[in-house]
């Protein structure tokens, strides 16, 4: 089905019936996560959204891949929405290789992420952490982004992809 057939059928009341899951999805939403600096100490670099830059991100330093304490490997992943923790929204990437629970979250420095990505506003001057108060509109910005308004009503029909380029592996 064409887009402009998909949207004519809806303009005339038509359920929302998909042959398939990618015929159901609008258009994707996609984050890069590029890094820019490497570290003993971390890993830091920028997130853009659809292509254009939204964030500076911060992580662990590579270290082999070990679960809790290294950044993940470069590569394009599929992530999904979780609303079980405190911020009550997270993004998660899925089959990061011998790695669970990868999320996209608020934090200052590596010792507040156990393998994740943090993301904020500005960088420290160390490039090693995220200034303070920067984090938290950083998070709030990339939500909006997601839903297309700071107060969503409903979640809309995107996969969401993340890319994550550069380090040290």
Not at 97 to 119: E, F, K, L, W
């Given at each position: 089905m064409s887009v402009r057939d998909f949207s004519l059928a809806l303009a005339a009341g038509a359920s929302l019936l998909c042959a398939s899951a990618s015929e159901c999805f609008a258009d994707d939403f996609t984050l890069t996560i590029h890094r820019q600096y490497t570290s003993e100490q971390c890993t830091s670099g920028y997130l853009a959204i659809n292509g254009e830059i939204k964030a500076y991100t911060l992580e662990?330093?590579?270290?082999?891949?070990?679960?809790?304490?290294?950044?993940?490997?470069?590569?394009?992943y599929s992530a999904n929405l979780r609303y079980d923790h405190s911020d009550k929204w997270r993004i998660e990437l899925r089959d990061v290789?011998?790695?669970?629970?990868?999320?996209?979250?608020?934090?200052?420095?590596?010792?507040?992420?156990?393998?994740?990505?943090?993301?904020g506003e500005e960088l420290g001057d160390d490039l090693c952490s995220i200034k303070p108060g920067t984090s938290g509109p950083a998070y709030r910005a990339l939500k909006e982004a997601f839903y297309g308004t700071s107060d969503p009503n409903m979640s809309p029909n995107m996969q969401i992809k993340v890319r994550v380029e550069g380090g040290n592996n």
């Open positions: 662990l330093p590579w270290q082999g891949n070990e679960p809790e304490i290294s950044s993940i490997p470069s590569g394009e290789p011998g790695r669970t629970v990868v999320q996209i979250h608020t934090g200052n420095v590596p010792a507040d992420s156990i393998g994740c990505i943090m993301i």
